[in-house]
């Protein structure tokens, strides 16, 4: 089962940024928060995750909070090519853990 | 960058045929997964694999079956395909270590007539 609650929907400009909430409030010390997007009819491309501490690479920022109960996505320049569906997904850390996926948020970015 | 291939995009098959999906990595990946994707359902696990020769159930491995005979490929198999196996499937890959990756291929759209 997923352990995560996101908002079914939402939308942002383009140009601005998009932040992307999940609720995880049941995760564990050993678990790790990752976020996944599809875009229609693609398989899912990996965007970021994190343990404890804010982590930022070239797609995204993700912002954890200090208690680890929910974190957000930052895409700090939305374009329309980011529209898809955003997966947050807590998962056990292990070497062979795998991913459980629940139904996202779907961002819409518009014009 | 890691690659995940599955090597047809589109497949139409009919009822009772067996079916071959396959899929390579090229990162020497340990971990390789099956997953199917369904409208309302979202992604479930099939079966997945750490190890050539290895393999384990997922949460919805009937009427499956999979090889790895090498690192590099795992094979989903459906024995006699049936209308209800029409699905997107993805494959995937990551490294067997803490913390690592999955990684996605681009997916295998079947439909069994």
């Known amino acids: 089962d997923a352990k995560t609650t996101q908002p079914p929907s939402m939308d942002c400009a383009e140009g601005r940024a998009a932040n992307l909430p999940c609720n995880h409030s049941t995760i564990s010390g050993n678990e790790y928060v990752y976020w996944y997007r599809q875009i229609h009819s693609q398989g899912p491309q990996y965007i970021i995750h994190g343990l404890k501490n804010n982590e930022t690479n070239e797609m995204a920022s993700l912002i954890i909070t200090e208690d680890r109960k929910s974190s957000t996505l930052i895409l700090p320049h939305a374009t329309l090519r980011d529209t898809a569906v955003y997966y947050c997904?807590?998962?056990?850390?292990?070497?062979?853990?795998?991913?459980?996926f629940g139904k996202g948020i779907t961002l819409s970015v518009r014009p | 960058d890691v690659k995940v291939t599955q090597s047809s995009r589109y497949l139409v098959k009919r009822t009772g045929e067996k079916v071959f999906l396959e899929c390579v990595q090229d990162?020497?990946?340990?971990?390789m997964f099956w997953y199917r994707q369904d409208p309302g359902l979202g992604l479930r696990l099939i079966y997945f694999s750490y190890d050539v020769k290895m393999k384990e159930k997922g949460d919805i491995p009937e009427g499956y079956s999979v090889s790895r005979e090498k690192k590099e490929r795992f094979s989903l198999i459906l024995e006699s395909a049936s209308t209800n196996q029409t699905s997107m499937y993805l494959c995937a890959s990551s490294l067997g270590r803490e913390g690592n990756t999955i990684y996605f291929g681009e997916g295998s759209w079947l439909t069994v007539v």
């Open positions: 990162m020497d990946h340990e971990n």
């Open positions: 997904i807590v998962r056990v850390a292990g070497a062979n853990s795998k991913l459980t």
